[in-house]
């Protein structure tokens, strides 16, 4: 069974660095990938959606990587602002059923 | 403007009264979702359709139904709700399943 999982659960970082978000999955049999964040009382929303057959996906301060043979996803926030303060969320979507299994999140914290 | 709308926001009811929650889009878009998100669990997949008339279960169904007569509708139907279906429900449509999800704003319901 495809088990999604991000670590670390909360991160906190000086406005202005460069950081990094892991999702790790069990399954490499994905269909896509995406990355969503969540902001507090509102819905998710979609930053990057990587296909199966990509390797990585970019807009704007932001970097996707996918790495199937490893089971493995980053997320690359350059320059991080406060603003880029939420829940990142990672989800995977299965290859056999079209079912996305999701992540539990990375609280992130951008310090003025 | 490009929306998914939910109904109600937030929704207090007993055991065992049936209720609908509703989810509508804007965007002509084919895929259509409900998932369920609890602390400690995050999100989880209740049910989807891939087009009118077609539905398919998701991680967690028991409990839930769905239909999908036209493209826009998509509504969450609890025909006898339980304590253990406290939550908090968003609805999310993209163009086909292989594309950026969107989500609405989620609707919080609590069963007493």
């Known amino acids: ?112 | 403007e490009a929306q998914v709308t939910q109904n109600p926001r937030y929704l207090i009811t007993v055991t065992g009264k049936k209720l609908t929650v509703t989810c509508s889009q804007n965007m002509n878009h084919e895929y259509m979702s409900w998932y369920r998100q609890d602390p400690g669990l995050g999100l989880r997949q209740i049910y989807y359709s891939m087009n009118v008339e077609v539905t398919d279960k998701g991680d967690v169904p028991e409990g839930y139904k769905v239909s999908r007569k036209e493209k826009r509708n998509f509504p969450l139907i609890l025909e006898s709700p339980s304590p253990n279906q406290t939550s908090l429900y968003f609805c999310a449509s993209s163009f086909t399943h292989n594309s950026p999800l969107h989500f609405g704003n989620g609707t919080r319901l609590t069963v007493t």
């Open chain 1, 1 to 112: 069974k495809q088990e999604v999982t991000q670590i670390p659960a909360a991160l906190s970082v000086p406005e202005g660095e460069n950081l990094v978000l892991n999702c790790s999955f069990t399954d490499s049999a994905i269909y896509n990938l995406q990355w969503f964040r969540q902001d507090p009382g509102k819905g998710l929303t979609s930053l990057l959606l990587i296909q199966s057959s990509q390797r990585e996906q970019t807009s704007g301060r932001l970097n996707a990587s996918l790495d199937k043979s490893s089971g493995r996803s980053t997320l690359y926030i350059a320059a991080s602002q406060p603003g880029d303060s939420a829940t990142y969320l990672c989800a995977v979507k299965l290859d056999s059923n079209y079912q996305l299994i999701w992540g539990a999140g990375t609280k992130l914290i951008i310090k003025p």
